[in-house]
């Protein structure tokens, strides 16, 4: 799906838009085009796709017998800190193709919309209309999404047709972490941040009394259970397991418990029950203790529910922190797969651009009725045999008419006398030469052509004349006698393509409907 928006020139990076984006975007290399051979398969990506048994023999071979590796992790992926999602979840393989079976990523009913900052996109614009160079749209699109400091993660949730919300979100106002339940945001609440609503205290009590010869011992944890013969034994494993391991059957726990004889383990239990620990309770008027958690999560469901958890409609964070995120699992490998779903075509991510980049005058147009640019201005077609134009100006379109992929640097060359040096190694590139007059016009010249549309200078150099719009073609393919039958006036002047309103809502329409195509 992606292939189509390509720009079939190699990308010349010599004035790179990464480095357009704030100074903590620019640390990676940008001497080469990410995208250049960009396929759009990368959602799937997990090594090379290898033929018959010498492929795989070779394969071994090369990596000195040992098993190959899965695809070593991008930079950037979303969240971050595992390999892609592709190499990280292939499940069991089918014998019958040995390919990898892939597990479906969890589908919540919840919007996620990767929102470019503004800041960096204004720089970008910046750079466009100082250049008055023209970029793919869906190029800084990738660029946005490739480091989570580009963007923020905007969740929403989605409402039935009767208006109940289809999945509910919580936040915890303590750290502003997102959640799917309250229960979710509660436990967290407490586990995070205990010990700023009550805090823990150790007291010393009798112990049990009586000879005690054995003791039983959790075999998972190796917790000490106390004797079975102890009166209150059975109610401290239920306790025990709904505590420790709730997900483990209760008579699977049973048959792990080990049976001790040895007096260091006795002594140990005995220890261990001289102290009992208590919580008493912060940020409330009067003093209250709890002997257990289960009270100290009751009281804190009454009093500091309000205060800690609330339920949200809308919720965001930075890029950053949500590459960060581990909890809950659900909601981080739902974001995660939809990330990915907008590395594989990122419309969204585009329309906000287009949304960024019209409030701030610049234009959209289709190069070869396939990619969609950004630029200083839309193709402008202009006659330099019927418009009154410059010398000079009719020089420059010509020239680039007549040159094949030709470049500012050919034009500055070859109608401008500027000599292009290279810098030798080691040394500082040589100054520039006093302009004449006639350079300083020719450089005037090209400027003009660009900004007004006349000419279009491409992300990796190229420069090429506007192209007749399709009216312009049909109205000089009516005869002139034709026109004179019909008693019309021939027009003085070519007709002209109208140029669109330049209002945020027409343009993001425009260019939504553009790409759509």
Not at 150 to 174: D, N
Not at 231 to 251: C, G, T, W
Not at 495 to 505: K, M, P, T, Y
């Amino acid at each position: 799906m992606f292939q189509a928006l390509s720009m079939t020139e190699k990308p010349d990076n010599d004035l790179s838009l990464e480095l357009q984006f704030l100074p903590d975007w620019a640390a990676d290399d940008v001497s080469t085009n990410k995208y250049a051979d960009h396929s759009g398969e990368d959602r799937r990506s997990g090594g090379r796709k290898t033929g018959g048994r010498g492929d795989r023999r070779s394969s071994r071979g090369e990596h000195g017998g040992g098993r190959k590796s899965r695809g070593g992790r991008r930079k950037n992926e979303f969240p971050g800190k595992g390999a892609p999602r592709g190499d990280r979840r292939e499940g069991p393989r089918d014998k019958r193709d040995s390919k990898p079976r892939q597990s479906q990523a969890p589908q919540l009913d919840i919007k996620v919309d990767f929102v470019p900052d503004t800041r960096g996109v204004e720089s970008i614009a910046k750079e466009i209309r100082l250049t008055g160079r023209a970029y793919p749209l869906f190029q800084i699109a990738l660029l946005v999404l490739g480091r989570p400091a580009r963007y923020t993660v905007r969740l929403r949730v989605m409402k039935k047709p009767g208006g109940e919300i289809a999945q509910h979100l919580f936040s915890c106002k303590l750290d502003n972490t997102v959640w799917l339940s309250q229960d979710q945001a509660v436990r967290h609440s407490l586990n995070s941040h205990f010990d700023q609503f009550y805090s823990t205290n150790k007291i010393e009590v009798d112990g049990p009394k009586g000879k005690f010869t054995f003791v039983a011992q959790c075999g998972v944890t190796d917790e000490y259970l106390g004797p079975p013969n102890h009166h209150d034994y059975q109610n401290i494993l239920v306790s025990f397991h709904a505590k420790r391991l709730p997900r483990m059957p209760f008579e699977k726990f049973k048959s792990r418990i080990r049976i001790l004889k040895e007096e260091e383990a006795i002594n140990a239990w005995l220890e261990k029950t001289k102290w009992k620990t208590e919580y008493v309770a912060l940020q409330v008027d009067e003093e209250m203790t709890f002997s257990n958690r289960e009270e100290v999560e009751t009281h804190f469901l009454e009093t500091h529910l309000v205060n800690a958890v609330e339920e949200v409609e809308m919720y965001s964070v930075s890029g950053t922190v949500a590459r960060e995120l581990k909890e809950p699992g659900i909601l981080v490998e739902f974001m995660r797969d939809q990330w990915h779903r907008q590395k594989h075509f990122p419309m969204q991510v585009a329309t906000h651009l287009s949304k960024i980049f019209s409030s701030m005058g610049l234009q959209f147009f289709k190069k070869d009725k396939k990619v969609t640019h950004v630029a200083v201005a839309k193709p402008n077609y202009l006659d330099v045999e019927a418009e009154p134009v410059s010398e000079g100006v009719k020089k420059v379109i010509q020239f680039i008419e007549s040159t094949t992929d030709c470049t500012r640097r050919q034009i500055l060359e070859n109608l401008g006398e500027l000599e292009h040096v290279e810098p030798k190694e080691g040394e500082k590139p040589p100054s520039m030469p006093d302009q004449t007059e006639e350079q300083k016009q020719l450089i005037a010249d090209i400027h003009w052509l660009i900004h007004q549309g006349h000419v279009l200078e491409f992300s990796n150099g190229i420069i090429e004349t506007a192209k007749k719009s399709r009216k312009q073609a049909e109205s000089e393919s009516v005869p002139k006698a034709e026109t004179e039958e019909k008693g019309e006036a021939p027009s003085e002047n070519p007709v002209v393509e109208s140029r669109e309103s330049n209002s945020a809502q027409e343009v993001e329409k425009a260019v939504v409907d553009r790409l759509k195509e």
